[in-house]
């Protein structure tokens, strides 16, 4: 079955860096491609950044660009965000998912940007 383990959250000062990795399993991962997608509080669920299923290609949301850096690892099934310069805004649920509709969800690791 299709699975995605979140995982690298947790809490961190303003300014600092995090880096998130999604580890999938139940698919042939290499022939997808993925985005990250996060939630805040009374915020709906916002996709923050997406990457090819080859890395030719990345597109970020306004918001992180400059700042956050998506990448992934074909070999090891595995997804990444790596966040820089962290705000208090970024404080949120962070999912990974296949670029396709209706997809599955994972848990998500929390994101806490805070003094």
């Known amino acids: 079955q299709v699975q995605f383990v979140e995982s690298g959250g947790g809490l961190v000062q303003p300014g600092g860096s995090l880096r998130l990795s999604c580890a999938a399993s139940?698919?042939?991962?290499?022939?997808?491609?993925m985005s990250w997608y996060r939630q805040a509080p009374g915020r709906e669920r916002e996709s923050v950044a997406t990457?090819?299923?080859?890395?030719?290609?990345?597109t970020y949301a306004d918001s992180v660009k400059g700042r956050f850096t998506i990448s992934r690892d074909n070999g090891k099934n595995t997804l990444y965000l790596q966040m820089d310069s962290l705000k208090p805004e970024d404080t949120a649920v962070y999912f990974c998912?296949?670029?396709?509709?209706?997809?599955?969800w994972g848990q998500g690791t929390q994101v806490i940007v805070s003094s």
């Open positions: 998912k296949r670029t396709i509709y209706n997809d599955f």
């Open positions: 139940g698919f042939t991962f290499s022939n997808f491609g």
């Open positions: 990457i090819t299923r080859s890395s030719g290609t990345t």
